[in-house]
């Protein structure tokens, strides 16, 4: 077996560079390509250690079938050649086993570079962004700065020797996260299909000024592929793989390891054992790293079934399910709010909670004397008991006491997540200005309002100060002085939309401008650099889709109080990053696993962060109104479709009555959507109720299930189908049908030049019975 490792080792050397593809586009020379096949063997009680490799260039030409002698077997290989688009190509390995038995194997399609360099941006989307060539510690979860190994306990006259991770201007530094080495040594990355958001590998090289994509399934009759990338030593060349099944050598990830042992197989192949492995290949000029993420807007679904939305819940339906659940189980009476979850009966100002909660309690329930003065009381206690020293929020609030940082890292006691004040201050704004329009006697039953506002705009002023003073937000400031402790991030992404709606609120032009300014660095420190980060508490620094949303949401709202085409331009660009972490495919669940039985889709499943390695079922902790918006702003379809695969299929998340999910009560919405096997397993969850419930809450709060335009098309995004019945001068008649079991309330909106987005109260409500049509008229004026 040494003997054949190298032999194998001496055929990849000895393999001229002018075995490249040679039916594939001329962009193949510019970046020194070639491709070869390459056959695996493991030994799968050393952790499916690589025991030999043997490596063949493909045939000469496509359809043309050649038979390789590899692992002491006799394969068939052959492929196909296919042009998708202009610049799209569709090349599909054939492999049969046609003599002999391989036992823990696996094949490769293997796309070598010969023109790498460590300037390029390498996407993997949801688990790769510029590689992850940041700073890396070895945290267990849930991580904080500083980082204390092993290595660095040792006497005080050694502290010195502790790395200085903790500062206002200290670079990103993330857990121990799959990653191509930022430094000297090995570098190489493999992961499974379903680590990605989507199975694809993105590359943007500066010097050639060319991106290229290369797509592919989720899986061969073999089960799941891999995907790997990996670089030379001198890291002038660069191997892409594509093995079918996917086998991680040696080491596999779970959270916040990448030193996990394998569980890997491999496969064992028969006489007879085949599979096709099919690979999309897209090329073009770029000169600017944004390329790569708008052209993905478009790439991301061609290897997959068009989207069936297959209707189940409605919005209304559901709504109704979450908040009975939400009034039973998480209200605290003895301290006056909602808590986050069922477990830790603890408020928080945001992030996965509080005041988004609260808002979209009241939105979903406008007619509830019970929600209505629940909704008061909480606000009450948040202006009231919710401010530190400082002028931020409190982390959060449990047994009638303040908390600042993570239990678990006592040295954090003073911390707070620069990211809970923001969210904590822009749905503050906009549940007040709600409660202005909808109840005008609000003020009488809550007469300390006036007060405790005032609070709010100190909170504004807070941000203002550290911008000013430091030229950041940072990721975590001391609860008590408001001094930034741990810099850098995009933790403070939703500050410009909060000051925005400040300014208006408290008439402080000098909160747009600081705004402004804002989201100026946020564009030069992140967009431009094709990542955000620090939106989650408990990922370090760790690139995340949170973080990202809150950008775009800042940007459409300078947007809409500026009318600046500049703000508009940039939504987009950070539209077509974010939809980097939302999965495009339905992922095969095993038929044994929870998702399985339940048969859950997961296009439009969001994924965390690339530590947090799993999607989730919506947008943490957002309905996705940024996307609608911008689809109004812009006419452009895919940001509503987009949101409608977030928001349609969000809702099959939510436990049920004959749709229950683990042990969660009907209600209850985890935030796991597994399709990797980082933690609980693929396809399982934890038993617990998330921030994903009010994500969800949110959806059906703010997004109405049914768009128009003012040319009289509609978008529907609830569990309806709406057919048009007349188009006559004044009015449009629609009929509505629900084919789901479920009484439901549809809101819809008309886009007329006066109507808002951020006015639910004004969106129409209909009333649809289960399995029922009906009619509706709608005036165009």
Not at 118 to 135: C, H, I, K, S
Not at 236 to 258: D, G, K, N
Not at 755 to 779: C, G, H, M, N, W
């Amino acid at each position: 077996m040494q003997k054949k490792i190298v032999c194998s080792f001496l055929i990849c050397l000895l393999l001229p560079l002018s075995c490249r593809l040679q039916p594939l586009p001329a962009w193949c020379s510019l970046w020194q390509i070639r491709a070869y096949v390459q056959f695996q063997q493991y030994d799968p009680e050393r952790f499916a250690q690589l025991i030999c490799a043997e490596q063949f260039p493909l045939p000469n030409q496509p359809n043309q079938p050649v038979q390789y002698q590899a692992l002491g077997t006799t394969w068939q290989v052959s492929y196909q050649l296919n042009h998708v688009q202009a610049d799209v190509h569709q090349l599909v390995l054939h492999c049969r086993l046609i003599k002999g038995e391989a036992k823990h194997a696996s094949v490769s399609l293997v796309i070598e570079v010969n023109d790498w360099q460590t300037d390029n941006y390498v996407l993997m989307p949801a688990a790769l962004y510029n590689g992850n060539r940041f700073e890396s510690r070895i945290v267990n979860y849930s991580p904080k700065l500083p980082y204390y190994a092993p290595a660095y306990r040792m006497a005080a006259d050694s502290l010195k020797n502790i790395p200085n991770d903790i500062g206002k201007n200290v670079p990103p530094i993330i857990s121990d996260v799959p990653r191509l080495n930022k430094s000297a040594g090995v570098s190489r990355v493999q992961l499974r299909s379903g680590d990605m958001s989507s199975p694809a590998i993105g590359i943007f090289h500066p010097r050639l000024q060319r991106a290229c994509w290369l797509l592919t399934t989720q899986a061969t009759e073999l089960g799941d592929t891999g995907i790997s990338l990996e670089e030379s030593k001198d890291r002038r060349r660069a191997w892409m793989s594509f093995t079918a099944p996917v086998v991680r050598e040696r080491y596999q990830y779970t959270i916040a390891s990448t030193r996990a042992p394998s569980l890997d197989q491999g496969h064992h192949f028969v006489e007879n054992t085949s599979f096709s492995l099919p690979i999309w290949l897209q090329e073009q000029p770029a000169q600017h790293l944004q390329t790569l993420f708008t052209r993905f807007t478009s790439l991301r679904k061609i290897p997959f079934p068009a989207t069936e939305y297959r209707p189940s819940l409605p919005f209304g339906a559901a709504a109704q399910i979450m908040s009975q659940h939400m009034n039973h189980e998480n209200w605290s009476e003895q301290q006056s709010y909602y808590s986050v979850g069922n477990k830790w009966h603890r408020w928080s100002p945001g992030w996965t909670g509080g005041f988004q909660l609260s808002y979209a309690m009241l939105l979903n329930n406008p007619n509830d004397t019970l929600t209505y003065r629940r909704v008061l009381r909480e606000l009450h206690f948040a202006l009231d008991k919710g401010f530190s020293p400082s002028g931020f929020f409190w982390d959060s609030y449990s047994n009638g006491l303040p908390n600042s940082g993570d239990y678990r890292r006592p040295h954090t006691h003073r911390w707070h997540l620069v990211r809970k004040s923001a969210d904590g201050l822009y749905y503050a704004l906009l549940m007040i200005n709600y409660l202005d329009r909808a109840f005008a006697q609000w003020r009488k039953l809550f007469p300390e309002i006036a007060q405790q506002e005032a609070r709010l705009q100190n909170l504004a002023a807070a941000f203002v100060r550290n911008w000013q003073q430091e030229q950041q937000l940072g990721q975590f400031v001391d609860a008590y002085t408001g001094e930034i402790i741990v810099g850098g991030s995009a933790s403070g992404a939703l500050v410009p939309a909060g000051l925005a709606m400040a300014a208006q609120k408290f008439r402080k032009h000098e909160y747009l401008i600081a705004a402004e300014q804002i989201m100026n660095y946020f564009d030069t420190a992140f967009v431009q650099k094709g990542y955000s980060n620090g939106g989650p508490g408990d990922a370090l620094q760790n690139p995340d889709s949170e973080s990202h949303y809150a950008l775009l949401e800042s940007a459409v709202a300078l947007y809409e109080a500026t009318r600046a085409p500049r703000w508009l331009q940039l939504a987009e660009q950070i539209a077509a990053q974010f939809a980097s972490w939302v999965m495009p495919y339905n992922y095969q669940f095993p038929a044994y696993s929870t998702f399985g039985k339940l048969q859950i889709r997961t296009t439009g499943a969001v994924w965390a962060n690339t530590q947090n390695k799993h999607g989730a079922p919506s947008i943490c902790t957002h309905a996705g109104l940024a996307l609608l918006k911008l689809y109004r702003y812009t006419g452009k379809l895919f940001y509503a479709e987009l949101l409608k695969d977030i928001a349609f299929h969000a809702m099959q998340y939510i436990s049920r009555a004959g749709h229950q999910i683990g042990a969660l009560p009907q209600g209850a919405v985890n935030e796991r959507c597994n399709t990797t096997d980082w933690l609980e397993g693929i396809g399982e969850v934890f038993d617990e109720n998330t921030w994903a419930q009010i994500a969800n809450l949110l959806i059906t709060a703010q997004i109405p299930g049914l768009y128009i335009t003012p040319q009289g098309e509609w978008l529907m995004f609830d569990h309806l189908q709406a057919r048009m019945v007349a188009n006559r001068k004044n009015a449009w008649t629609l009929e509505i049908s629900n084919p789901t079991e479920f009484k439901t309330t549809l809101k819809i909106f008309v886009a007329r030049a006066d109507a808002s987005l951020d006015q639910p109260e004004r969106f129409r409500s209909v009333t649809v019975a289960p399995y029922a049509k009906q009619l509706i008229v709608i005036p165009k004026n």
